[in-house]
């Protein structure tokens, strides 16, 4: 699909680009927003562009809106299990208007098993209510529940969702699957960092569809497990962190695939609250192509906690 030119960078703003045809171009470095600098991060994505991945990131100043950091954020690309945020938007939607039942009881063999990955899986109640899968969803990435809760609502009441929230580059392809046939879409879901740390600004500011569903949604992504990634640097228990000690409010989702890393989050802390959003796309030939993807989303959380507390 196609992608506009990116817009000219804000005053303050810190800035990665790389060119599509050069994979040699070194990246600009200012100060951000006067404040604190992402040249860690910067240089981190510069060294995984430079051996050939796909790397894009938007950072956003949730008081002033202005543009932290920002790098090929106009680009879609995959972002795997991150894609279940409009899903999870939608189910709260239809929650609060009463329209889907949040008791309803649905057995997980109503749709295909996925062996690959999740909870459910595992546990011996074949049946739970949509809440609990909303829950699930939300804070472990549960394939199974995520392919029931698209099947409850339908894929296009999700796209329509997806569309009313003005998210133009953002769509959830698929369901997950254990295999990708040649007549299976080749991704879950795809989307741009700059629309996913813009969704994520809204959902703390109750600025998606209403508050109601902003809160509900926002307090499902509150107990999201995955902490290893850009939160791996704020020190919080990946169980109990809605309630922190130090007053960092955080919320995320991660979305992880072969050669696919993506987070999209807010980290709000006594100086400062910021959006992000990162995905990177890479050649997942060895550990250690992997750990040097993993090393520059932990580099990142280093400079948002930084910026932030």
Known sequence: MGSPPPPEPVEGTATLRRSQRSRTRRLPRRAAVGRRSFTSTMRALEELADAGAQVSV????????AQVLTGDDHVTLPIAG??????????????EAGTLDPLEIVDRSSTDAVTTSGVWRNLRTPVLPLTDLATLAAA?????AVNILLQQV????????????????????????????????????????????????????????DAAVSVQVSEWLSLNHDLSLVAASTGLDPFSHDHDAHGLLFINKTGRDRGVRAEAGVLAGPRAGISYAMVVG????????????????????????????
């Open 82 to 95: 991150l894609g279940v945020v409009p899903l999870l938007i939608e189910v709260a939607a239809r929650f």
């Open 154 to 209: 339908g894929h296009h009441r999700v796209r329509e969702r997806i569309e009313s929230l003005g998210l133009r580059r953002t769509a959830i392809l698929d369901r997950f699957r254990d295999e990708r046939g040649p007549d299976d879409a080749p991704q879950v879901a795809v989307g741009t960092t700059r629309e996913l740390a813009g969704l994520f600004s809204a959902l703390v500011n109750s600025q998606v569809v």
């Open 58 to 65: 938007h950072v956003k100043d949730l008081d002033t809106e």
């Open 140 to 144: 472990t990435g549960d394939p199974i």
């Open 282 to 309: 890479f050649d997942d030939l060895s550990i250690a192509h992997r750990l040097r993807v993993h090393d520059a989303f932990r580099t990142l959380g280093v400079e948002l906690m930084e910026y932030a507390h």
